[in-house]
C-alpha cells in the first residue's frame, strides 16, 4: 500500500546493499533523483538492471555501488559510450563489476514472467546471433506441442523497483503519459517499489483512465520530486536537456574530473535541487 514519505527515507527504508534493484525508464522518466539518492546512502554491491541503462548507471557504476548490471543496451544515448562502465569493466575502477547481456525482447520478457510469478520467460528471439555464446542464462526449449525451439531467460524479480512518473493521486495511484517501457512491469515483478513523481493530484477524474498504469496497491512508497528525471525528460513537464548528456562524455572520461563533478552535483546535493535544473519548475 502506497506511503508518501521523503526520497531519503524511502531509500533508506527499502534499499539495502546486495539486493537486485531496477530503475527502470525509457527514453523518458528515468528516476535520477532515486538513482543519486541511493549513491548518497552509500549502497554496495548491488545487482542493477534496467533495459537501457545510460548515464544515471554509468554515475552509479562509478561511485563504485554496483557489481552487475543485467541490461539490453548500454550507453550515452546520441553521444557514444558509458565511461565510468567502461573503465570498470576494462580496469576494475572504481571495482570489477560483471555484465549480463540481453535483447530488448528478453528483457522485456523477463520483467514480464517476473511480475506473473513465472521462473522464466519463453519467446522467439536470438536466432543467429552471439550472446548465447558470451551469455549462459539464454537457453532453449521445445514447445511440447509444436516442437518449435524457442528462447528461454530467467524472469527478472528485483528486491526493489523505482520509477519516475508524471503524477500520483492522494491515495498513491500511479499516472504515466508520453513512452511507456517497462515500468509497469517491473513494479509489478519487484518485492518493493519506490516511485518518485512530478506532483500529486487530487485524482485523475479527468485523465484517460488507461494512463494509470499502476493503482496504489501495488506500489510501496510514492515521493514528490519534481523534475526527478533531469536530464532525462518527462512528457508534458520539461524536455531532454540534451546538452547535460553531450557533456557527460567529457566529464565521466577522466577519473578526477567525474569524481569532481559527483562531489558537487550529487554528494552536496539533495532531491530538492532538481527543480532548479529543470526550467519552468
Known sequence: ???????????????????????????????????HEIIRQGRRDLTVTRMTPDILYDQMVGMGCVKKVIFSFAGNPGVGALRRLRDALGNGHPRAV???????????????????????AVFRGYRGVDLPKVNPNIKQVTCP?????????????????????????????????????????????????????????????????????????????????????????????????NVAYREWDAIAADRETFAAWMEEHVMKAGPADFAGRVKGL
Open 98 to 120: 560483471e555484465i549480463e547481456e540481453h535483447s530488448h525482447a528478453a528483457m522485456a520478457n523477463a520483467y514480464e514472467a517476473g511480475a506473473a510469478g513465472l521462473p522464466c
Open 145 to 241: 506441442f509444436t516442437g518449435e525451439v524457442l528462447a528461454a531467460v530467467p524472469a527478472l524479480k528485483p528486491d526493489v523497483a523505482i520509477i519516475h512518473a508524471q503524477r500520483a493521486s492522494k491515495r498513491g495511484d500511479v499516472l504515466i503519459e508520453g513512452i511507456v517501457g517497462v515500468q509497469k512491469e517491473a513494479v509489478l515483478a519487484a518485492d518493493k517499489a519506490i516511485v518518485t513523481v512530478e506532483e500529486v493530484v487530487d485524482d485523475f477524474d479527468d485523465m484517460h483512465p488507461n494512463a494509470t498504469i499502476l493503482p496504489h496497491w501495488t506500489v510501496d512508497a510514492v515521493c514528490v520530486v519534481p523534475g526527478g528525471a533531469h536530464p532525462s525528460y518527462t512528457h508534458g513537464y520539461y524536455e531532454r536537456d
Open 1 to 35: 500500500m502506497a506511503q508518501f514519505m521523503e526520497l531519503g527515507e524511502a531509500v533508506a527504508t527499502f534499499v539495502a546493499d546486495g539486493q537486485t534493484i531496477a530503475l527502470e525508464g525509457f527514453t523518458h522518466l528515468i528516476p535520477h533523483a532515486a538513482g
